[in-house]
């Protein structure tokens, strides 16, 4: 199965990585053909082409930053965390294929028990279950660990 995925997160520079990274060597080890954007401080590396998203059975998404899904019109959309692609990365691969495979479009949530949207127009209805979701969703890591902090640190 052909997929494409996005990672990002607020800094981008080391969890984009590590989460591209792990969905790469899971999509090869269960027999798929991945390619994987970066996006983050940085700028956009491994920018996918719009050839890639045309044969693209499903799209991932493991971010903590908004990522415009613009691209994406039309296809099947799983949308996880950057801990989700570190962390579960077989795991979404996984889910995206069990759903592509279905033959759904529109958007859906990682580790929620969302029903997938068919609608043409793209719109979507997202839902989470579990204890994930009566958590407020945290944007970026811990604020004292930071590139800012550390800086604070090394010049004070």
């Known amino acids: ?21 792990n969905l790469l060597q899971a999509g090869e080890r269960l027999g798929h053909d991945i390619d994987v954007e970066v996006q983050g401080a940085m700028g956009t590396q491994d920018e ?8 693209a059975d499903a799209v991932i998404i493991a971010s903590d930053t908004s990522v415009s899904r613009d691209r994406f019109g039309g296809k099947l959309v799983v949308k996880g965390t950057v801990k989700d692609g570190v962390n579960k990365a077989e795991e979404i691969i996984e889910r995206a294929v069990e ?14 028990s969302a029903a997938v949207d068919d ?10 279950s579990g204890t994930e979701a009566d958590e407020p969703a945290r944007v970026g890591g811990n604020p004292e660990k930071g590139l800012f902090a550390r800086l604070k640190k090394l010049f004070s």
């Open 119 to 128: 609608a043409e127009d793209g719109s979507t209805e997202e839902t989470t």
């Open 99 to 112: 759903l592509a495979e279905a033959g759904k479009t529109g958007s859906v949530t990682f580790g929620s």
């Open 48 to 55: 996918l082409t719009s050839d890639a998203i045309a044969e």
């Open 1 to 21: 199965m052909k997929l494409v995925a996005i990672t990002s997160c607020p800094t981008g520079i080391a969890h984009s990585q590590m989460a591209a990274e």
